[in-house]
């Protein structure tokens, strides 16, 4: 029998009744296996920290929530949204489900185009594209989102030029009673600007209009902001037909669906305070059926969701580096991953738990990454069991901005698997080195040598 670790005596404060309706725990379960393959095992080959996708998971996320749209609306597409994880892997597991590509800059138009996926099925969003990314665009027949009156004119000018129709919808932004409101992008509703950008585009012969765009906002709470957005969309689109007799192909209703990962400054778990998919989708999907005029050629409902249907298929191993307690007697774990490498941790308390068994008498503590930075804070504040130094921790719902937002800043960014629907285990991205992060450094010859003394 191995020695047993020691746990530091602590007095807890008892309350009498419930601190919530939910009560609160007072053991927490280790994560020993993801998707039944022991972390030590991952880590023992692969490295620490390690950040680990599940196939499975986001394959059922896309298929649950294709299912609940398709139940309330005949013609639904997805847009996988390549600026919440764009790992070649993570895309293609996506677009194997049918999704189409839509990305916001141009850098990711051309890792879409890399992967294979054709210009027709890429929405091009985002405010800052060039005149030879409109122009590929062009075309390549890819939807083109007009997001102001600048790349209007540009495209105007560029099909005029080139001689070619260009595919384009436009972003619209409304008031939805979310402040402060997502107004930098598209043109307005309320002040006239949206109907007037489109006035303009319906009588250029070489720009077929063929959607309207919004997306509202980002971890949207409330289901009731996408009912507001989409009857003043389906209110453009009744005006386009009856006026310009304008019959659109679809309407894109963005993205924003909120994941479990539960906000800093939330009191309940987001599994608790959250609505479920089901609300958020009567709320798209019911004004479209007050769209006039359309018979039986219903224009697509097109979603941009991206959080949704993957966060909760990434998981990041760490390892204990040290232990230590702070000036006020506080425990605190340093670990081998920072923000750095999980920068979404400024907005999102995420769950983190023990990857081996460990007591049952938990603890406040703060947990810290390895950055030699005071901001490098992984949890101010979590409860957790005693742990040493060299055991590990698992950190969930990681799989969404964090391979798009991480940086190489002190430490070497780490390697990336898959766990296959199959079976096996697959690195879909390797763990940077020195001469990867150098190899395009360029050092002029009169800096080459030097001499300490």
């Known amino acids: 029998m191995g020695k047993k670790q ?18 609160n725990a007072t053991v927490s379960q280790p994560k020993t296996e993801i998707e039944n393959i022991p972390v030590k095992d991952l880590v023992a080959q692969y490295g620490s920290p390690l950040f680990v996708m599940s196939e499975r998971v986001m394959r059922e996320n896309q298929r649950n929530v294709a299912r609940i749209f398709r139940t309330r609306y005949p013609k639904v597409q997805f847009a996988w949204s390549y600026k919440t994880n764009y790992m070649n892997a993570v895309c293609s597991v996506f677009h194997q489900e049918g999704s189409w590509a839509e990305v916001v800059s141009e850098f990711e138009y051309d890792r879409a185009r ?3 996926v054709q210009g027709e099925h890429i929405i091009f969003n985002g405010p800052d594209k060039s005149t030879e990314g409109l122009e590929r665009a062009i075309r390549e ?12 004119y540009e495209l105007i000018e560029i099909t005029e030029r080139l001689g070619l129709t260009a595919q ?20 307005n509703y309320e002040n006239g600007e949206a109907r007037e950008a489109l006035k303009r585009i319906v009588v250029n012969k070489k720009l077929k209009l063929v959607g309207l765009h919004s997306h509202i906002g980002t971890y949207m709470m409330s289901p009731e902001p996408y009912r507001i957005a989409m009857t003043k969309m389906v209110a453009l689109a009744n005006w386009l037909k009856s006026q310009h007799h304008v019959h659109l192909e679809y309407l894109d209703a963005g993205g924003g669906l909120p994941s479990h990962n539960t906000l800093k400054g939330q009191y309940l778990q987001a599994e608790e305070a959250l609505p479920a998919l089901d609300q958020y989708a009567d709320a798209i999907t019911g004004p479209l059926f007050e769209l006039e005029s359309y018979g039986d050629s219903m224009p697509t409902l097109i979603l941009e969701s991206g959080r949704a249907l993957i966060d909760n298929a990434g998981f990041l191993i760490s390892t204990i580096s040290a232990l230590k307690r702070l000036s006020d007697g506080k ?13 979404t941790s400024f907005w999102y308390k995420h769950k983190l738990v023990p990857a081996q068994a460990t007591g049952v008498i938990k603890e406040n503590a703060s947990v810290f990454g390895p950055l030699c930075m005071n901001i490098d804070c992984i949890h101010e504040d979590i409860s957790l069991p005693a742990m040493k130094k060299g055991e590990h921790v698992v950190l969930f719902n990681v799989g969404a901005y964090t391979m798009t937002q991480w940086m190489q800043f002190i430490t070497l960014r780490p390697s990336v698997v898959m766990i296959m629907e199959k079976g096996g285990v697959e690195v879909i991205r390797k763990g940077e080195s020195l001469d990867y992060v150098m190899q395009l450094e360029q050092t002029p010859d009169s800096l080459k040598k030097f001499s300490l003394v």
């Open 168 to 187: 384009v919808a436009i972003r619209v932004n409304y008031d939805v009673g979310v402040y402060p409101k997502w107004d930098r992008f598209g043109f």
């Open 6 to 23: 020691y746990e530091r005596p602590i007095i807890n404060k008892q309350y009498s009744g419930f601190m919530n309706k939910f009560g």
């Open 141 to 152: 027949k890819a939807k083109i989102h007009i997001d102001h009156y600048d790349e209007l």
């Open 331 to 343: 425990r605190a774990y340093i670990i081998d991953a920072g923000i750095n490498l999980l920068f």
């Open 114 to 116: 890399r992967l294979g």
